[in-house]
């Protein structure tokens, strides 16, 4: 059995005791780094093997993975927060592992994208996630425009650094738009920054920003 465990974003608190159950029984954990994932298995006292699976080995790792699982064992694939298989490179792994009829089975918890929808007090009835905003600026631009005809939620995921070349973007395509920022989704300095697009670039112009970020416009 694969299973799919979602760990937490931020906070080591937030962890299903289902999830705590399966790392604990299963052979193998798989991680994209020990050291991230490190911190969660010593808060509860988890000492299974853990192994590294990314885009680097992803390729090399999937074949032997999937022998351990053809004998019988069970593993557990974990990201380094939230869902696995989101933006990460567990589908891969996924994906082969259903080609091979073996049975994956997912671990419901964390999900920033999701996290941050709930909160940011934008409609929840419909919305599309994204992704990484393109980082070719001719990309973003195409996409942004294609957003500001759809009447429902974009999601995005975006970096610290390139926040504010994105704002200028969509501000330049979609000034009005509603949008909120989510910014260190369950950790000490969380943040959730609202308002229409022009109005957010401005205010965070001459302000440095840090953390993971969450984009949801509408």
Known sequence: MLY??????????????????????????????????????????????????????????????IQMLKKGKDIALASDSGTPGINDPGFYLIRACIKEDIKVSPVPGPNAAISALAASGLPTDRFTYYGFVPKKEKKAKELFKKIKLLKESAIFYESPHRIKNTLKIMSEIAPTKQIVIAREITKKFEEFIRGEVKEVEDRLKNRKIKGELVIILN
């Open 4 to 65: 799919v465990v979602a760990t937490p974003i931020g906070n080591l608190e937030d962890i299903t005791l289902r999830a705590l159950r399966i790392l604990k029984e299963v052979d193998v954990i798989l991680a994209e780094d020990k050291r991230r994932t490190g911190k969660l298995l010593k808060r509860y006292n988890i000492k299974n093997i853990q192994q590294i699976y990314n885009d680097h080995n992803k390729e090399r790792r999937t074949k032997n993975i």
